[in-house]
């Protein structure tokens, strides 16, 4: 049977995916002997990764890079589109072949996209034009060298980068740190708001410390700049301030610390999280209504119980999670008695907070529903740093973790959460298709408690959790 121009055309498209080298290498030739629009599209998509098929996907886009090359400047407007692709290794591949053809009428769109998300793209982008000979010129300077990721450059030139360096200051950006430093280094004061805005998941120490200290450098050290945006900010920018403070003197840290614990109007986790950073700097409450307060939020039961009948007046103002509250009323039995009638002025979290970190849609869910349909409260996030941050916030009594996520390993979310101190109370169960012996321990170093693997029936997932429940007495914080 002869095949069809269009089914040979469909044909070589399809093997552009083929595991064999060589195979692939067949297809790309041919494609590029047609020529035609429609086949150069086809390689320039086929420029994306596929890491399932070779683990250097680079040898790969390089012989594809070649043949366009060879095609000439009739490729040239393909390439211009492809500049725009949403998917960073298209637009990579794409302005690496229009540098290689020095394709001077692509210039503008390469400066189009210079403020593109994705580092790695800007960075394709500014060195095409370098490879080119571009010169950049006015306000396209700082932008070139933005992009360019010269910050010793971005440094010289003072105030006049900041705001193409705010242009392009994003969390998901690999550069993100490094243009936070190189604004701390500018010392510009009006660059605190845009900072702030930015961190809507600041979730690793690293990054969170290196944030805060260029925080409290623009601020100059004192508290009112940092005091005028705390009420504007989402709970992330507020943790940034209030972890700005541990970068300043101890005594402008009181002062900034203080009015947060206080304050009614600000969200629990962001008053705990002031009496942590207080409790870092040694201060001690003035009164004994502060220091039952002060105690409560830290989880400190031991030392609240010494006026257990004081202490039940301000628990309402306490956000006590289930398994914490549980340890809690275990130890006010223990002081008041059994039958005391102050005991039923306790308010309970009604269910176990379980936080659900999976990425594939359908089995996150899958597993809600089966952990809402038993009677936990769920909430749920779509990777590692994402649960991070829900962690922070929401504060569950545990965490159903993927191990395989984007952004963020499950295994690397779990130590971070078990290193701060907010959020160390948190249980955690592991679930993943990996189920190799140094797998499974890898998990449990990490703090997990236990370790499910896919698929997996849903009453195991229950009957897990339950157990885990059970043998931690619901343990709270001591």
């Known amino acids: 049977m002869i095949m069809s121009s269009s089914d040979r055309f469909d044909s070589l498209v399809a093997q552009l995916s083929d595991k064999e080298f060589s195979r692939f290498q067949q297809a790309v030739v041919e494609l590029a002997a047609i020529g035609s629009a429609t086949a150069v599209d086809a390689l320039i998509i086929s420029m994306e990764p596929k890491t399932w098929i070779d683990r250097d996907w680079s040898k790969r886009r390089r012989f594809i890079q070649k043949q366009l090359v060879q095609l ?8 211009g589109k492809a500049l725009k692709n949403k998917k960073p290794d298209i637009a990579i591949g794409a302005a690496e072949v229009i540098g290689q053809l020095q394709a001077q009428q692509a210039t503008g769109a390469l400066v189009e996209n210079l ?11 500014a060195n095409a034009l370098a490879v080119m000979g571009w010169q950049p010129t006015g306000q396209l300077e700082p932008t070139f060298y933005v992009a360019m990721q010269n910050w010793t450059r971005c440094l010289e030139m003072g105030p006049a980068a900041v705001p193409a360096l705010l242009t392009v200051l994003d969390i998901r ?51 009112a700049p940092l005091e005028a945006h705390f009420r504007a900010q989402s709970i ?11 970068h300043m003197p101890r005594e402008v840290a009181i002062t900034g610390l203080t009015p947060v614990l206080f304050d009614e ?28 307060f002060f105690h409560g939020l830290l989880w400190h039961w031991k030392q609240c119980l010494t006026e257990p009948e004081a202490f039940i007046k301000i628990l309402p103002q306490l956000t006590i999670p289930f398994t914490v509250a549980h340890q809690l009323r275990r130890q006010l039995k223990e002081s008041l008695g059994a039958s005391h009638p102050a005991l ?13 970190a999976e990425d594939e849609p359908d089995i996150r869910d899958l597993i809600a529903f089966t952990l809402q349909f ?16 829900k962690a922070v916030v929401e504060l569950p009594d545990m965490i159903s973790m993927d191990v395989r996520m984007p952004r963020m390993t499950g295994y690397e979310a779990t130590r971070i959460i078990k290193q701060r101190e907010e959020t160390r109370h948190i249980l955690v169960v592991y679930l993943s298709a990996k189920g190799q012996e140094s797998e499974i321990s890898a998990g449990l170093e990490t703090g997990g408690e236990d370790y499910i693997l896919k698929p997996f029936a849903p009453d195991v997932l229950v009957q897990t959790i339950q157990k885990i429940l059970i043998s931690a007495k619901y343990g709270g914080i001591e």
């Open 72 to 79: 000439g400047q009739r490729v040239v407007p393909a390439l």
């Open 115 to 125: 403020t593109r998300v994705s580092g790695r793209v800007r960075l394709a982008m």
């Open 173 to 223: 950006d690999g550069t993100y740190l490094d243009i936070i430093n190189t604004l701390k280094g500018i010392n510009d004061p009006h660059t605190i708001l845009p900072i702030l805005a930015s961190v809507k998941y600041v979730t690793t120490e690293n990054t969170l410390s290196s944030v805060a200290s260029a925080v409290a450098k623009l601020a100059r050290n004192t508290v």
């Open 236 to 246: 992330a920018g507020q943790f940034v301030i209030l972890e700005a403070f541990k």
């Open 265 to 292: 109007s600000s969200p629990f986790t962001a008053r705990r999280k002031a009496a942590i950073e207080l409790q870092k700097v040694n201060w001690q409450p003035q009164s004994g209504k502060e220091r039952l």
């Open 344 to 356: 039923d002025k306790i308010h309970m979290p009604e269910k176990v907070k379980i936080l659900v």
């Open 374 to 389: 038993n009677g936990y409260e769920v909430i749920t996030a779509v990777d590692g740093v994402d649960a991070v941050f």
